[in-house]
T-cell receptor
């Protein structure tokens, strides 16, 4: 079964500082990995995804993540935090191939301090 | 992309009653997924709804409590039966595209009193 673990339920950064949200996965097959963002009282939005190919993937709003098989990690980064980045971020995993169910991590709430 | 409409968007229900949530997708999809997001928590998959067959439930979820219908390739319903305050959650319908992206409805915010 696929699963993801997000380290840190709450992360605080100063505006302009590096954002690093950690995600480790467990999978018996090469997984597909995702980061979703949820702004307060809004639905989920896909930030980025890794399926195959280049291990460094770039997403919307300046975020990127790197798939590291040796570390079973898919950490999310952004060089410079903006106030509008304050939200909850979910790492997620699925089996390879289309139409598969997606399993979510417990989420990390990002606070950006002015 | 897929556009998913859920109804109702929110409801307040008495304990012991049932609520049926509807999910309509703007394109035909083989599988639809139902999730629950309890307050302050992540999304937990309840079940996968397949057209023409019984839904597949995840561990901890049973058909008697969460019956699902899937009458065609664009529509599904989830019923939350015999509700208790612990069922207060956001319930989300989802589909996954061929390129693996999951799309979500805006959710149904359920409060059981």
């Amino acid at each position: 079964a696929q699963s993801v673990t997000q380290l840190g339920s709450h992360v605080s950064v100063s505006e302009g500082a590096l954002v690093l949200l950690r995600c480790n996965y467990s999978s018996s097959v090469p997984p597909y990995l995702f980061w979703y963002v949820q702004y307060p009282n809004q639905g989920l939005q896909l930030l980025l995804k890794y399926t195959t190919g280049a291990t460094l993937v770039k997403g919307i709003n300046g975020f990127e993540a790197e798939f590291k098989k040796s570390e079973t990690s898919f950490h999310l980064t952004k060089p410079s935090a903006h106030m509008s980045d304050a939200a909850e971020y979910f790492c997620a995993v699925s089996d390879p191939g289309g139409y598969q169910k997606v399993t979510f991590g417990t989420g990390t709430k990002l606070q950006v301090i002015p | 992309s897929a556009v998913i409409s859920q109804k109702p968007s929110r409801d307040i229900c008495q304990r012991g009653t049932s609520l049926t949530i509807q999910c309509q997708v703007d394109s035909q999809v083989t599988m639809m997924f139902w999730y629950r997001q309890q307050p302050g928590q992540s999304l937990t998959l309840i079940a996968t709804a397949n057209q023409g067959s019984e839904a597949t439930y995840e561990s901890g979820f049973v058909i008697d409590k969460f019956p699902i219908s899937r009458p065609n390739l664009t529509f599904s319903t989830l019923t939350v039966s015999n509700m208790s305050p612990e069922d207060s959650s956001i319930y989300l319908c989802s589909v996954v595209s061929v390129n693996t992206e999951a799309f979500f409805g805006q959710g149904t915010r359920l409060t059981v009193v």
